[in-house]
Each structure stands twice: as structure tokens, then as C-alpha cells.
């Protein structure tokens, strides 16, 4: 897995049919047609803080490098552990981890809360290479949710679309998280909450379906993550680089 910011726009890999089951698609005049079956998958979604705001204050040349080195950095950790990016939604990126077969099989699950984790873990990296770049502040939320998916194919598209209840979940809940950290849904905690090396609490927030409460959980740091990241030269106590006019910034340490 790379940290490397570049700011030359991505080129994202559509997503492998194989990756997500074959499925026949029920092809109806109009511009999209879907599956005729589903998925059960975990569902990601990294959004920017502020950047509405922020960017306002941007010439075009710096709001394009902005959103450029957020999407690539971000497509980069999200491939790095496995996952798939489907497509940007707003100041955000929506991606998944494979279908989910039984539950015994955890290797998916971790990957979605290490992807995750690591993202959380890297803030401070990423906002030395903003600060390099003469660029405000990066500050995103990432949220997580279990579910099952519905696959789309868009006329004209060589990629596939996801949607679903776990989708917009997923979506409700990522403005419960506190900048630079992970939420998950009740039904992602449900089966992760036995995992060593996590540590879940629920949140005072909460969203509703079907005039219900769903809970959202915040994940901790997992030293297992931190640890990994270290030796493999990702993370390091950054120096003190200089902002724009000058004067010294404080970067947060590790």
C-alpha cells in the first residue's frame, strides 16, 4: 500500500464483474439497468470536511489540485487493501470490499476496518504533502457499513454502480464521525465487534430507518494498524515544515 499524492487525476479501474459475482442484468429501455441478484459486501465512504468552504477561496488551478491529490491519495489506500473504488460522490469517493461468502471468513471484514483505520492514522502525512503544495487543510470522515448491494450498469459505462439501503446507510452516518476519524453501522458491528485488535463505541449520535434508531459506532486506532504502517515507512513523526508565509506549523505527532 502507497501513500504517494500525486496531482494528476486518477485512473480508476472499473469494477470486475468477477469480484462481485456474475449476475445477469435485467436490460430495460433507459440509461441503466440492474442485476437481477445482490451482494453482501462491505461499503465505504470517505468524504471531505468542509471542502465547499474551503474551496471557495481557491483559484480553479488550486481547487483542481486539491480534489486531485484527496482522490488519488485516498483511491491508493482504498486499492492497497483490497477494496474497489466505484466512483466519486460529491467531495467523496464511495468504494466496497468483495462479497462477504460466510461469515467465518473474516478476511474481507479486516481489510474494510484496517483500509479504514489507516486513513484515520494518515491525516497528519497527508496534510504535509497540502501544506507542501501551498493548499489549506485536508479534514475527511470515513464510514463503514454490512449489507446487501444491488449492481447497476449505466449505459455508455464500462463500470458497475452499487446501490441499496447499506449505500445510503452508509452515506447518513459518515456525517456522525468527527473529522479524521471512522463510524460504522450497527450491522458492520455486529459482525466485527468480536475481532481482536478493535475497539468499538457507540456514538451519541444516531440516524433512523423506518422510524427506528440504527446505531453508529466509532472505531478506534488498532496498534496492530499503527504498527504496520511504521514499519512499512508510511507513518513517521513529521518534521515541522513551514507554511506558506513562513511561520513554523504544528503538525500533529503519531
Known amino acids: 500500500m502507497g501513500i504517494t499524492l500525486s496531482s494528476e487525476p486518477p485512473s480508476l479501474k472499473p469494477l470486475s464483474e468477477s469480484a462481485v459475482q456474475t449476475h445477469d442484468f435485467v436490460l430495460e429501455a433507459g440509461d441503466i439497468s440492474f442485476s437481477e441478484g445482490c451482494c453482501t459486501c462491505c461499503v465505504g465512504i470517505i468524504d471531505m470536511v468542509n471542502s465547499t468552504r474551503i474551496t471557495a477561496g481557491l483559484s480553479s488551478h488550486q481547487m483542481s489540485k ?114 479524521n476519524t471512522v463510524v460504522v453501522g450497527g450491522d458492520m458491528y455486529q459482525v466485527s465487534r468480536n475481532l481482536s485488535d478493535y475497539s468499538f463505541q457507540e456514538t451519541k449520535k444516531n440516524i433512523s430507518i423506518a422510524n427506528r434508531p440504527y446505531p453508529a459506532y466509532s472505531v478506534s486506532e488498532s496498534k496492530t494498524i499503527l504498527h504496520h504502517l511504521r514499519s512499512m515507512k508510511y507513518l513517521r513523526a513529521p518534521s515541522r515544515p513551514q507554511a506558506p508565509d513562513g511561520k513554523t506549523e504544528e503538525v500533529k505527532r503519531l
Do not use: Q
Request: proline residues 4%; aromatic residues 10%; negative net charge.
Open 66 to 179: 486539491y480534489y486531485c491529490l484527496f482522490i488519488n491519495w485516498a483511491t491508493a489506500v482504498v486499492r492497497g487493501y483490497g477494496g474497489t473504488v466505484v466512483k466519486n460522490i460529491g467531495d467523496g469517493l464511495l468504494f466496497y470490499f468483495p462479497p462477504i461468502e460466510e461469515l467465518e471468513d473474516v478476511k474481507t471484514i479486516r481489510n474494510s476496518l484496517d483500509c479504514s483505520i489507516a486513513m484515520a492514522a494518515l491525516h497528519p502525512n497527508v496534510n504535509m504533502k497540502f501544506l507542501s503544495e501551498s493548499l489549506p487543510e485536508l479534514n475527511y470522515r470515513v464510514s463503514l457499513d454490512y449489507g446487501e448491494i444491488s449492481l447497476a450498469r449505466t449505459m455508455g459505462s464500462v463500470g458497475l454502480d452499487i446501490f441499496g439501503t447499506t449505500v445510503n446507510i452508509c452515506a447518513k452516518i459518515n456525517s456522525i464521525a468527527a473529522p
